[in-house]
C-alpha cells in the first residue's frame, strides 16, 4: 500500500483565497483524522471522522474551516477565506485498530 | 480532558549512548493506549512504539523501549545505541481505549515534542 496520501505536498495563497486540502486514505482504515501542526500549538486534532462520518469537529478553529468526506477513499479540508495566522502544516491520518498512519503533510502558507 | 506534558523540550546524545526521553500525562480514564511518534526533517509522522494500559510488561521495538508508569502516569522512552538516523523531533501522544458510544474517543492528544539531537 503507498500510505496516506495528501495533496499538495506545498500551498502558498494570499489571504482571502479560498484553499482545499485533500487526503487519500489507506485502503481498508475506517477512521480519517485532521491535524494541525503549529509551533505555538503543536499539534492538535480539527475533525475525524468514521466510515466517513464526522465524529467530532470540536477542534475545527471557526466556520472558516470545513471538511468533508465523500468516500472511503477521499477526503478534503477547505478553508475560505484563508487568513496568514492559518499557516501550518496540515496532517491527514487513518486507522483501523489501535494506531494512526500519517500522511507526509501539507505546508501552507498564506501571505 | 486529557493532556501530555514533555518536560524536555531538547536532548542530546552522543552516538552510540542510552537516552531517555520523559512524557507524563493525565487521565481520569483507566484504559488506554500510549504512542511515541517520531518525526524526522522530513516531517513525515512515524510511529515508534505502542503501549496498552493493561500491559503491565513494557514495550519493546528493537532499540526503543519504554518505562510505562501506571500510577505515576509517566511514559517514557528510551533509545539504546543511538544512531543519527535518530535525529528527530519526538511525540508522545494519548488516546483513550473505551468505544466512543461509552464515552471514549479515538482522537490522539499529543504532547509539544522533543527535540533529540544525537552528536557523532
Known amino acids: 500500500d503507498a500510505g496516506v496520501i495528501q495533496s499538495p505536498r506545498h500551498e502558498v495563497t494570499e489571504m482571502g483565497q479560498e484553499v482545499t486540502l485533500r487526503c487519500k486514505p489507506i485502503?481498508?482504515?475506517?477512521?480519517l483524522f485532521w491535524y494541525r501542526q503549529t509551533m505555538m500549538r503543536g499539534l492538535e486534532l480539527l475533525i475525524y471522522f468514521n466510515n466517513n462520518v464526522p465524529i467530532d469537529d470540536s477542534g475545527m478553529p471557526e466556520d472558516r474551516f470545513s471538511a468533508k468526506m465523500p468516500n472511503a477513499s477521499f477526503s478534503t479540508l477547505k478553508i475560505q477565506p484563508s487568513e496568514p495566522r492559518d499557516s501550518a502544516v496540515y496532517f491527514c491520518?487513518?486507522?483501523?485498530?489501535?494506531?494512526?498512519?500519517f500522511g507526509p503533510g501539507t505546508r501552507l502558507t498564506v501571505l | 480532558a486529557q493532556t501530555v506534558t514533555q518536560s524536555q523540550p531538547e536532548m542530546s546524545v552522543q552516538e552510540a549512548e542510552t537516552v531517555t526521553l520523559s512524557c507524563t500525562y493525565d487521565t481520569s480514564e483507566s484504559d488506554y493506549y500510549l504512542f511515541w511518534y517520531k518525526q524526522p526533517p522530513s516531517r513525515q509522522m512515524i510511529l515508534v512504539i505502542r503501549q496498552e494500559a493493561y500491559k503491565q510488561q513494557n514495550a519493546t521495538e528493537n532499540r526503543f523501549s519504554v518505562n510505562f508508569q501506571k500510577a505515576a502516569k509517566s511514559f517514557s522512552l528510551k533509545i539504546s545505541d543511538s544512531q543519527l538516523g535518530d535525529a528527530a523531533m519526538y511525540f508522545c501522544?494519548?488516546?483513550?481505549?473505551?468505544?466512543?458510544?461509552?464515552?471514549?474517543?479515538?482522537?490522539?492528544?499529543f504532547g509539544k515534542g522533543t527535540k533529540l539531537t544525537v552528536n557523532p
Open positions: 501522544a494519548y488516546r483513550s481505549a473505551p468505544l466512543i458510544t461509552q464515552g471514549g474517543s479515538e482522537k490522539l492528544v
Open positions: 485502503s481498508g482504515h475506517d477512521y
Open positions: 491520518a487513518s486507522s483501523f485498530f489501535k494506531e494512526q498512519f
